[in-house]
């Protein structure tokens, strides 16, 4: 019996998404100042395989520790703190916090890369990409779920375009990288982890 295509109804469930902005923020001061932060504070050991990852950053910093941060660097965070909030109140009509979130800066150099990780419990993370040579690497967003052990989907990876210049915004709990650099000039983004309001 031959099946009427118009009685089939399909549901996409279990969907995530990626959001791209365009950063109006001068990147050459924030190349700057993230060297700056590097000069002041060694590198922490979280995801980066070689380069250089600063502290954690955010309101559980004491208001010293807070008032060394360049300004280009504090614009930037409270610019994307107030952009994810418009975002989840628009499309979760959910707040986020603002007493419990995190940013960091990453450089990395010729063969170094962000070994694959999520962000726990995190709702909402960010990367705004301040400096990226050709062949510098790219972001890659994988699927860690049992579709990858069938043959009924093909993609199991997003390569995110990481450009200068640009926010990309993505759930907490999907899986991501950043492949080795192969430039001779360094890499540098901020990472944002932010929490909804419960």
Same mark, same amino acid.
């Given at each position: 019996m031959p099946i009427d295509m118009n009685r089939v109804v399909?549901?996409?469930i279990f969907h995530d998404f990626i959001i791209t902005v365009n950063l109006d923020h001068d990147m050459d001061s924030l190349t700057e100042d993230a060297y700056v932060?590097?000069?002041n504070y060694p590198s922490q050991s979280i995801s980066n395989i070689g380069g250089w990852? $600063?502290?954690v950053f955010g309101p559980q910093c004491s208001t010293e520790i807070l008032n060394t941060i360049p300004q280009s660097i504090s614009n930037l965070q409270k610019d994307c703190w107030e952009l994810c909030n418009s975002i989840t109140t628009g499309k979760?009509?959910?707040k986020l916090r603002k007493?419990? $979130?995190g940013w960091?800066?990453?450089?990395?150099?010729k063969h170094h890369y962000n070994a694959i990780h999520h962000h726990g419990r995190?709702?909402?993370i960010a990367v705004a990409f301040i400096k990226t040579p050709p062949n510098s690497g790219k972001m890659i967003v994988a699927r860690n779920d049992g579709s990858t052990y069938s043959q009924l989907y093909d993609d199991f990876q997003y390569s995110v375009p990481s450009e200068a210049g640009k926010l990309y915004i993505l759930p907490g709990h999907v899986w991501h990288y950043v492949a080795e650099s192969f430039s001779d000039e360094d890499r540098i983004s901020v990472s944002f982890n932010y929490y909804i309001s419960v």
């Amino acid at each position: 019996m031959p099946i009427d295509m118009n009685r089939v109804v399909v549901d996409e469930i279990f969907h995530d998404f990626i959001i791209t902005v365009n950063l109006d923020h001068d990147m050459d001061s924030l190349t700057e100042d993230a060297y700056v932060l590097k000069y002041n504070y060694p590198s922490q050991s979280i995801s980066n395989i070689g380069g250089w990852q $600063s502290p954690v950053f955010g309101p559980q910093c004491s208001t010293e520790i807070l008032n060394t941060i360049p300004q280009s660097i504090s614009n930037l965070q409270k610019d994307c703190w107030e952009l994810c909030n418009s975002i989840t109140t628009g499309k979760f009509q959910k707040k986020l916090r603002k007493d419990h $979130s995190g940013w960091w800066v990453n450089i990395n150099e010729k063969h170094h890369y962000n070994a694959i990780h999520h962000h726990g419990r995190t709702d909402l993370i960010a990367v705004a990409f301040i400096k990226t040579p050709p062949n510098s690497g790219k972001m890659i967003v994988a699927r860690n779920d049992g579709s990858t052990y069938s043959q009924l989907y093909d993609d199991f990876q997003y390569s995110v375009p990481s450009e200068a210049g640009k926010l990309y915004i993505l759930p907490g709990h999907v899986w991501h990288y950043v492949a080795e650099s192969f430039s001779d000039e360094d890499r540098i983004s901020v990472s944002f982890n932010y929490y909804i309001s419960v």
